[in-house]
């Protein structure tokens, strides 16, 4: 009699694929929190080290992120010290991601070489700059930056107003009768405002920030683009009445 029992098939199990796991967040905590100079070391060359070498090389190949003129190396290399030093302004307290705050870093750090080479091929071409200085100064947000104070200390002032207005709706959430989308894009603008200096700075043209701050948005709240675009409208006027308050001043 032949035996009809079938051998239950072996399952494959699946390797995971990506780099930044929870050991690796872990990593990040007890990095920040060490004290002992031997023992971070280790935390950073077997954990850390490994991590953000993938995460830049993929940062750098999925967003075209090459810097002209430079060699990749030489790109990585700058790309993992300049992580390293702002790593020590994350707070893992604040419920968010390792993974988002480095990969940001990482991606405005990168995007902002990127606008400085832009830039000094600008000043190298022969522009008329007379017809520059005009359309420059008649566009409010420059000629009011260049008149009354310095831009830094204008973008300043305005995150610091905006985001005392944004963390009061998200803190009174029901007040203002936030839904779940509204509440995560809030966390997310505080998050992002509170490094304006790596993201806005850096970048130089308004359309370009725009389209990166969208970005991540997505990325912190796992929102579709329509969804963001929808709950901004509840933040966007706080920004121009801090805007406006600033300028009337």
């Not at 780099?19 to 967040?25: D, G, I, L, P, S």
């Not at 390792?98 to 990127?114: D, F, V, W």
Request: with cysteine; proline share 2%; glycine share 4%.
């Amino acid at each position: 009699m032949e035996n009809t029992e079938q051998t239950p098939k072996k399952h494959r199990t699946r390797e995971r694929k990506g780099y930044f796991y929870e050991r690796e967040e872990d990593a990040v905590k007890r990095y920040l929190t060490c004290e002992d100079e031997t023992e971070k070391n280790e935390i950073f060359n077997t954990i850390l080290r490994p991590a953000f070498t993938k995460m830049i090389e993929s940062i750098i190949r999925r967003y075209k992120l090459y810097v002209p003129d430079e060699e990749f190396q030489e790109t990585f290399d700058d790309t993992i010290s300049f992580l390293m030093m702002k790593i020590q302004c994350f707070n893992p307290n604040k419920n968010y991601k390792a993974y988002s705050y480095c990969g940001t870093i990482c991606k405005n750090y990168l995007m902002g070489k990127i606008n400085q080479y832009a830039k000094r091929q600008d000043r190298s071409s022969s522009f008329d700059t007379e017809a520059m200085q005009e359309d420059l100064t008649d566009n409010i947000d420059y000629s009011y930056s260049t008149e009354n104070e310095p831009k830094s200390a204008f973008l300043s002032s305005l995150t610091g107003l905006t985001i005392g207005k944004i963390e009061q709706m998200v803190n009174e959430r029901r007040k203002f009768n936030l839904n779940d989308s509204e509440y995560k894009i809030g966390k997310a603008l505080i998050l992002i405002l509170e490094h304006w200096e790596e993201i806005f700075t850096q970048m130089g043209s308004n359309k370009f920030n725009k389209s990166y701050i969208l970005l991540l948005l997505k990325e912190y709240t796992t929102l579709s683009s329509k969804e963001i675009r929808e709950g901004m409208k509840r933040f966007k006027e706080h920004y121009y009445l801090a805007k406006h308050e600033l300028i009337e001043r």
